[in-house]
């Protein structure tokens, strides 16, 4: 008789062989779903720490406000023009009327130019005054804006104040006590035996005060207040005798600023690279030279205009010393009522270029929220050239 030996082992094999035949074939059984970690774990099952996600690289962002200004050139038909080439017009925004007023300023000597009152809606200049209703001659003269009486104002040569109420002048003061001076007419040199006679300064509206302020060609500072001409600081006190500086009101600070000019030195004249600030010191006006530690070159004949938008002052143009590399300054400087930055802003020149000119004029014209620039001129070797042309300064919507 034969025995045989159990294979334990085969036996298990073969019932778990059965059982697995038993199962529906059809229906797969379910898997428990596991929830996975949101940080990595270890080999121990752990969780560890995640390394924090750098920040994307975020542009560097742009240059201040006044970056986003560019220059646009107004379209106007020249046969209808009632401008004509001018340096040194007399320009004020005439905010009661919503309008540029400009008193046409001189042009080369030995051409016949009468002064005429120009107006400008925006789109197009138009004679406001003739002539005979002008009451200025060529030279030297200044206009601003009264705040009291809300009108344009302007000082003739003769020491006259005449006010325009958006359509005629009318005389305010005679003139015969006292008014600032504006009689000397500075010459600036052209090309040649070409030169040029250019006007006053012109005067800034200080809001603080509620008064139009203006230095004259002596140096002295001078008010108006609707009345009568003040003098509030005398020459010696102050940023001292120049012409063709300029000026402007800031309002944040609530302070006007001066910038530049020409001085008549012993031998000759030279310009100005000087800063000035006018504020209220326990109920006295004070001048005081601010410090900066970079500005503008020396210059005269530019214009300093507040624009709103950026809330800086803007210079504009300017004619710097002539040894110069740069006759005619291009760039355009801002002033936050404390320092000084030269923007990428060149101020167009001869022929469409960035060569910058002197002896314009320009205003900021609130109704339009733009700048306005008019006319001045520019020298190169080969020749003297007078613009009239009209400017826009805009700003790039963001």
């Given at each position: 008789m034969?025995?045989?030996?159990?294979?334990w082992?085969?036996?298990?094999?073969?019932?778990?062989?059965?059982?697995?035949?038993?199962s529906?074939?059809?229906?797969?059984?379910?898997q428990?779903?596991?929830?996975?970690?949101?940080?990595?774990?270890d080999?121990?099952g752990?969780?560890?720490d995640?390394?924090?996600?750098?920040?994307?690289?975020?542009?560097?962002p742009?240059?201040?406000?006044?970056?986003?200004?560019?220059?646009?050139?107004?379209?106007?038909?020249?046969e209808?023009?009632?401008v004509?080439?001018?340096?040194?017009?007399?320009?004020?925004?005439?905010?009661?009327?919503?309008?540029?007023?400009?008193?046409?300023?001189g042009?080369?000597q030995?051409?016949?130019?009468?002064?005429q009152?120009?107006?400008?809606d925006?789109?197009?200049?138009?004679?406001?005054?003739d002539?005979?209703?002008?009451?200025?001659?060529?030279?030297?003269?200044?206009?601003?804006?009264?705040?009291?009486?809300?009108?344009?104002?302007?000082?003739?040569?003769?020491?006259?104040?005449?006010?325009?109420?958006?359509?005629?002048?009318?005389k305010?003061?005679?003139?015969?006590?006292?008014?600032?001076?504006?009689?000397?007419?500075?010459?600036?040199?052209?090309v040649?035996?070409?030169a040029?006679?250019?006007?006053?300064?012109?005067?800034?509206?200080?809001?603080?005060?509620?008064r139009?302020?203006?230095v004259?060609?002596?140096?002295?500072?001078?008010?108006?207040?609707?009345?009568?001409?003040?003098?509030?600081?005398?020459?010696?006190?102050?940023?001292?005798?120049?012409v063709?500086?300029a000026?402007?009101?800031?309002?944040?600070?609530?302070?006007?600023?001066?910038?530049?000019?020409?001085r008549?030195?012993d031998d000759?004249?030279?310009?100005l690279?000087?800063?000035?600030?006018?504020?209220?010191?326990?109920?006295d006006?004070?001048?005081?030279?601010?410090?900066?530690?970079?500005?503008p070159?020396?210059?005269?004949?530019?214009?300093?205009?507040?624009?709103?938008?950026?809330?800086?002052?803007?210079?504009?143009?300017?004619?710097?010393?002539?040894?110069?590399?740069?006759?005619?300054a291009?760039?355009?400087?801002?002033?936050?009522?404390?320092q000084w930055?030269?923007?990428?802003?060149?101020?167009?020149?001869?022929?469409?270029?960035?060569?910058?000119?002197?002896?314009?004029?320009?205003?900021?014209?609130?109704?339009r929220?733009q700048?306005?620039?008019?006319?001045g001129?520019?020298?190169?070797?080969?020749?003297l050239?007078?613009?009239?042309?009209?400017?826009?300064?805009?700003?790039?919507?963001?």
């Open positions: 034969k025995t045989y030996r159990t294979n082992l085969t036996v298990l094999i073969a019932l778990s062989l059965a059982v697995g035949c038993a529906s074939p059809d229906r797969e059984a379910p428990e779903q596991r929830e996975l970690p949101q940080q990595p774990v080999y121990r752990a969780q560890m995640q390394p924090e996600a750098e920040d994307p690289e975020e542009p560097e742009e240059d201040e406000s006044w970056m986003g200004l560019r220059w646009e050139k107004l379209a106007t038909d020249d209808d023009s009632a004509h080439p001018m340096q040194a017009p007399a320009m004020v925004y005439d905010a009661a009327n919503e309008q540029v007023v400009m008193v046409a300023g042009v080369l030995g051409s016949s130019s009468d002064p009152t120009l107006v400008f925006g789109s197009t200049w138009s004679v406001g005054a002539a005979d209703d002008t009451p200025v001659e060529a030279g030297a003269r200044t206009i601003g804006v009264d705040p009291g009486l809300d009108r344009v104002v302007m000082l003739n040569r003769e020491g006259q104040t005449w006010g325009w109420d958006g359509d005629q002048w009318e305010l003061d005679d003139g015969e006590e006292s008014s600032p001076s504006f009689e000397s007419v500075p010459t600036v040199e052209g040649g035996d070409e040029l006679s250019v006007s006053g300064t012109v005067p800034v509206v200080d809001e603080a005060g509620e139009l302020v203006v004259d060609d002596d140096g002295a500072s001078w008010a108006f207040d609707g009345e009568r001409w003040d003098k509030i600081i005398d020459a010696d006190d102050g940023p001292g005798a120049r063709g500086h000026m402007a009101y800031h309002p944040e600070h609530q302070r006007v600023v001066l910038y530049g000019g020409i008549q030195g000759d004249a030279h310009r690279s000087d800063t000035w600030l006018l504020e209220e010191d326990d109920g006006d004070r001048w005081t030279k601010l410090v900066v530690d970079d500005g070159p020396p210059l005269a004949g530019h214009t300093l205009v507040y624009d709103p938008r950026v809330e800086h002052s803007l210079l504009i143009g300017g004619n710097a010393e002539s040894e110069s590399d740069e006759p005619h291009p760039a355009v400087w801002a002033f936050d009522g404390e930055t030269e923007t990428d802003l060149a101020t167009p020149g001869v022929d469409g270029t960035d060569g910058g000119r002197t002896w314009h004029g320009a205003v900021f014209d609130e109704a929220d700048l306005v620039l008019f006319g001129m520019a020298a190169d070797d080969r020749r050239t007078l613009f009239w042309d009209t400017l826009l300064v805009e700003q790039r919507a963001e």
